[in-house]
């Protein structure tokens, strides 16, 4: 083995033990979603649960708390739970989360939230989190992220909390959003100035950290939607110096292998975004909830889905190959793309083929 192949490795080998998650086995079909109401019967996990998943990335909304009673944010939890549905889910698939407003506790809330700590303590009981683990301690938001494999046969999943450090976000003047914005279904807000954040500074350098670890596939699972830029209601855009924050870090970073996935719309759709390479994003959402008025894209890829859905990546380690879309209640294909994974990397650095 060469010098610099044995030192790539054994920076592997610290990223691997450095991970808060992290486990030897591969997964090879990744399914995720967002917004599950607790009163609904869920029936979409039926084909979630047909497909035998690795893993199910839960991306927020993963039930409908809004209080900030946190016996009764328990008692919703556990009525997700109850479900034979959910129960199946958990009993044959690997499961993780990321919690979105109605989950976090409030609609729309950020840093003011007053129960944060005891909500996340709850949805990470819920979740099985370890007493001790780093995440349970971290005092300034429910981040974290986990680590699948290792070298060339890897995946990192890395999971920002959107919530816990978010400044206050700006609303359109209420005349004109009355007026005009809010019979279109256009939303109430208005992009953040380019110094406030949702993440927070000590987030943002844990993040930059996980991103600078190496890893074949890396799936930041954000609540939000980060590609596109309509701002009228949460997403990223709404946090221009967040958004753009990354975007830079991972061009000049020449971070590679990235895919995004995000919920929180109550409808699905696709987006590309033409980087240092193609960045795609899938938003799934939502496993109960609807949303007939789905705003601009100009990002979309094909056409977006107001009926309930699911996101599926299926990855093929062996070939290379990285396939990914959303599916219907049934299990029908809704949409699909299908790369090598040399597709997500800086051309200069590509291998020839």
């Known amino acids: 083995m060469s010098t610099a192949k044995f030192l790539t490795y054994c920076v592997l080998l610290l990223c691997i033990a450095a991970a808060e998650h992290s486990s030897a086995e591969l997964p090879k079909r990744i399914l995720f979603g967002s917004c599950s109401h607790q009163d ?9 649960n047909a497909e035998h998943p690795d893993l199910f990335i839960m991306l927020g909304d993963n039930i409908y708390g809004d209080t900030e009673d946190m016996k009764e944010l328990a008692a919703k939890y556990q009525k997700l739970g109850a479900k034979p549905r959910f129960q199946t889910l958990r009993q044959q698939s690997q499961l993780i989360a990321i919690w979105d407003d109605h989950d976090y506790g409030e609609n729309d809330a950020g840093a003011e939230y007053p129960k944060k700590a005891e909500s996340k303590q709850i949805m990470l009981d819920f979740f099985g989190e370890p007493s001790n683990s780093p995440r349970r301690q971290r005092s300034d938001g429910n981040y974290t992220a986990y680590f699948f494999g290792e070298g060339e046969q890897s995946v990192h999943i890395i ?3 959107l919530r ?6 700006p609303k359109v003047n209420g005349l004109w959003n009355w007026l005009y914005r809010a019979r279109k279904d256009m939303g109430p807000y208005r992009p953040a100035d380019a110094s406030a954040s ?6 943002w350098q844990w993040l930059q950290q996980e991103l600078k670890k190496p890893a074949k596939l890396k799936i930041i699972a954000s609540s939000l939607q980060l590609l596109p830029e309509f701002t ?3 997403s990223w855009a709404n ?3 967040d958004r753009q924050r990354l975007l830079d870090f991972i061009a000049e970073q020449k971070i590679e292998g990235v895919l995004f996935i995000s919920g929180d719309t109550h409808w699905g759709e696709i987006s590309r975004l033409q980087h240092s390479y ?3 994003e899938i938003t799934s959402s939502g496993l109960s909830e609807e949303w007939k008025q789905i705003s601009p894209n100009k990002h979309r890829q094909g056409k977006a889905f107001s009926k309930v859905n699911y996101g599926f990546i299926d990855i093929d380690w062996q070939g290379q190959q990285l396939q990914f879309g959303l599916k219907s209640e049934t299990g029908q294909v809704l949409a699909r793309q299908q790369y090598p994974f040399s597709a997500l990397s800086v051309p200069n650095n590509r291998s020839p083929l």
Request: no cysteine; proline share 12%.
């Open 40 to 48: 609904s019967e869920l029936a979409i996990l039926d084909a979630i």
């Open 159 to 161: 999971l920002p909390d």
């Open 164 to 169: 816990w450090n978010r400044d206050p976000l």
């Open 198 to 203: 949702m993440l927070g500074q000590k987030q």
């Open 232 to 234: 009228g209601w949460e």
């Open 239 to 241: 946090y221009p110096g």
């Open 278 to 280: 193609p960045l795609w």
